[in-house]
């Protein structure tokens, strides 16, 4: 069955020994009531005190890191178009070996005020646009509790498009009281923008969230499965790279892939995580949540990692089964084996993976294991069968 599976180049695989760094800008305008990510509102910042405090912790890490190119920066958060410029650019500066090919990703809102600062992330080295878009339907931006509006969203996409060589954008499905026929509508009007990357996401309530607490609930499971169904079918010129996010080939954001292939990446401000190995070895590492806190540890410290330790080789061999078959590619052995020091074979229920096999579930060869796409619909009952 390899003849069915996507295609991984030599340099797609070369990519694997650069590093990929992270930075995590934890403010935002508003907290969404879905948001479970490390954010939290703030209208007062300051900007040089940020600046200098992210510089500062990416020179402890490349300290250790030196000599190793660094082949993506990915601007994560929060809402990093709330950065300044100037931040955005000493920090792209301040990596000394950044590949002439990097790729460099800064999320975004859609919003009037941000869209009219496209240009000067451009300029500062930004050179891939993530927004924010999540729905093109009013009503479900205030729902989903977005600050702009479906106009606002159109036109910030179509000058993403005319100033960044590469963009992308969110959408989230599985709205309650959404249905399969709207969604796909909403779909088709995404690809009229021609992009080359798009997220679909599905909505999932999670702890600690404002929805969670208000006892707000998805789509049913069954309509939710659907939708699932439609994305890949209105999407199939964009082939699902991993669960959530298509692409056409070559325009895969390559921090998330680094990560889902279990590549070495540093993470940088408040809450921020990373991974960075030695051999066999790899150190998972944690900085402060509290942006407060954690401001205050890099400015005495010259650091604000809360946590770091060692993973054994059973728990890196878990992390990297559970995000390897998320991917189209899925898991290949070789540098599964590099990366723990297991072979994959040892680390899952062979008998499981021979009954998936056969229920269409899972491919294997020689070189790799993935899911299908029908797998990768079901991947946590796929895992948890693997893992038993």
């Keep these: 069955m390899a003849s069915s599976w996507p ?40 900007h040089a005190r940020w600046h200098k405090a992210l510089i500062r912790e990416l020179g402890h890490f490349e300290n250790e890191t030196k000599n190793r190119p660094a082949g993506s920066i990915f601007f994560g958060g929060g809402t990093p178009s709330l950065m300044e410029p100037e931040t955005v650019a000493g920090i792209i500066n301040n990596i000394n070996n950044l590949s002439d090919d990097a790729q460099i990703t800064l999320e975004a809102n859609p919003t009037s005020s941000e869209a009219g600062r496209f240009r ?48 992308s954008f969110d959408l989230i499905y599985a709205r309650p009281l959404q249905t399969v026929a709207q969604w796909r509508a909403e779909l088709a009007l995404a690809l009229e923008f021609a992009p080359s990357h798009l997220s679909a996401y599905q909505l999932t309530v ?8 208000d006892g707000i609930e998805g789509a049913p499971e069954d309509t ?11 999407l199939a010129g964009l082939p699902a790279y991993e669960i959530s996010n298509h692409a056409l080939p070559g325009h895969e954001c390559r921090h998330n892939l680094a990560t ?119 991947l946590n009952a796929v895992l948890s069968r693997l893992l038993a």
């Design 260 to 378: 889902w292939r279990g590549d070495d990446y540093v993470g940088v401000g408040p809450g921020a995580h990373g991974r960075l190995s030695k051999a066999f070895v790899t150190d998972a590492i944690r900085q402060i949540r509290d942006p407060a806190k954690w401001l205050e540890a890099v400015e005495k410290e010259g650091h604000g990692t809360s946590e770091r330790r060692t993973l054994s080789p059973t728990e890196r061999a878990e992390e990297l089964l559970l995000s390897g078959l998320r991917t189209a590619e899925g898991i290949d052995r070789a540098r599964f084996k590099d990366r723990c020091a297991l072979g994959l074979d040892d680390v899952i229920d062979q008998d499981a993976v021979n009954e998936l096999v056969r229920a269409g579930f899972m491919e294997r060869d020689a070189a790799r294991l993935r899911a299908t796409p029908a797998g990768r619909q079901r």
């Design 7 to 46: 295609p991984v180049s030599a340099a797609s695989l070369a990519m694997s020994e650069n590093l990929a760094v992270y930075v995590h800008w934890p403010f935002c305008k508003s907290k969404c009531p879905y948001c479970d990510f490390n954010s939290h509102e703030s209208d007062a910042i300051d």
């Design 224 to 234: 939710a499965a659907t939708m699932y169904e439609a994305t890949q079918d209105v």
């Design 120 to 167: 000067e992330f451009r300029d500062a080295g930004v050179n891939r646009l993530s927004l924010g878009v999540q729905s093109f339907e009013d009503a479900a931006l205030g729902f989903l509790g977005r600050t702009h509006s479906a106009r606002e969203a159109r036109e910030a996409i179509e000058l993403a498009a005319r100033i960044f060589p590469r963009f």
């Design 206 to 213: 999670e702890p600690g969230t404002r929805f969670f607490s």
